[in-house]
């Protein structure tokens, strides 16, 4: 990226840019379709039906039915949606009464840690607690909705086979199970083309979200689910209907992306690189203390940064200096997490080996700075007492 007087800066954090900021093909595909034709989504169109059938060979069979928005995420514009966005409405009115919250399955820093004996069923379990505190308060259950990998969370990388534990509890209830992929879909996770594909071949959500990343920076989401649950929405008498969900431009940057990912492998690419990157950071980690964890999988990746290693206390402070220092040497990189302390990688997929060595160096250089500029602190602390 370049600001205003032609300064390039690295990117490590915009994960809506998929491809890369004014892919060409992107571009092409957008100028060419703006040529032709743009209308809404009341005239039939055949991009429409080519980009549903493209994802769909993406999905497992099942999840079959799309519902196109216009859109990059589904959280902040409708107060029913803030009401289940945790890290919104603790700073607003507070969490309603049908709103549960489930813990993050976080085994560095959560409940349940890496010593625990089986974190999956005891965070599955967490669920299953809340559904029957639910159940004796004469409320049923809608649905279950995650990140497919918590991102605001903290990076978080839920253990496998957790998710299907949840689903068995949520569907038993007669709720479903919503899987959000805006942050992570599209081939991030390197592995998988879909991130809850890490739980496992046998969990299929029945409901997947996805945005951002899909039109790269084009405003275009979707909602992906099963036919049962599409005619069970139709039989409630209530038309969806969007203007601009679907039309032929997005349709076309949709399709383009799909493209662009398949032609320049940029999911076996982000493996590659994220492989490597997080060995780079792991070797960080044992030469500085205040890294805590290195967590992630493709070009998703979280460093947790911490105070010290017994009670793994969030090093918000420093972790904030560190993104202000990053910033001076040109490189964008930003926290997330509860003590806002995690380090987030979800950088353009195009994103690569001379990158991540460069962003991993200039990291090696600041945490050495900041670790002498402590210990001159401590040694002036020590003399003047």
Aim: hydrophobic share 40%; charged share 25%; aromatic share 8%.
């Amino acid at each position: 990226m370049y600001d205003e007087n032609g300064r390039r800066y690295l990117d490590c954090i915009n994960n809506v840019a998929h491809v890369g900021h004014c892919h060409p093909d992107i571009v092409k595909a957008a100028h060419e379709q703006n040529q032709l034709l743009n209308t809404n989504s009341r005239y039939l169109h055949d991009n429409l039906v080519d980009y549903a059938e493209r994802l769909s060979k993406t999905l497992p069979e099942k999840l079959c039915v799309f519902y196109f928005l216009n859109s990059g995420a589904y959280h902040g514009h409708l107060t029913s949606l803030i009401d289940i966005s945790p890290y919104k409405f603790r700073n607003l009115e507070g969490q309603k009464e049908w709103v549960h919250v489930a813990p993050v399955p976080d085994t560095y820093r959560g409940l349940y840690r890496e010593d625990h004996e089986d974190s999956v069923t005891a965070y599955a379990n967490e669920v299953k607690n809340i559904i029957e505190e639910a159940h004796k308060r004469g409320r049923k259950i809608a649905a279950f909705i995650v990140e497919s990998l918590p991102s605001v969370g903290g990076q978080i990388i839920p253990p496998a086979g957790y998710f299907q534990k949840v689903a068995e509890h949520v569907h038993e209830a007669g709720g479903i199970f919503i899987a959000d992929e805006i942050q992570v879909g599209f081939g991030r996770v390197g592995k998988h083309f879909w991130a809850f594909q890490l739980q496992g071949e046998d969990f299929i959500p029945d409901i997947v979200t996805m945005g951002k990343p899909i039109g790269n920076g084009h405003p275009i989401a979707c909602v992906a689910t099963t036919k049962e649950i599409a005619e069970a929405f139709a039989a409630t008498g209530v038309e969806y209907f969007n203007t601009f969900g679907g039309n032929p431009v997005s349709c076309a940057i949709g399709l383009a992306v799909l493209d662009v990912i398949e032609k320049e492998h940029l999911q076996a690419h982000a493996t590659e690189v994220g492989n490597f990157l997080m060995k780079l950071l792991n070797k960080q980690k044992i030469k500085h203390p205040i890294i805590g964890d290195v967590r992630g999988s493709g070009l998703f990746i979280g460093v947790d940064l911490i105070k010290d290693q017994a009670e793994r206390t969030p090093a918000t402070a420093e972790a904030e200096h560190l993104v202000a220092r990053l910033k001076e040497e040109y490189i964008l990189l930003s926290t997330d997490g509860p003590g806002r302390n995690v380090l987030k990688f979800k950088p353009p997929m195009c994103f690569n080996m001379e990158d991540a060595k460069f962003v991993v160096d200039t990291i090696d250089k600041l945490l050495t700075a900041m670790e002498k500029e402590c210990l001159n602190q401590e040694k002036t602390s020590i003399c003047s007492t």
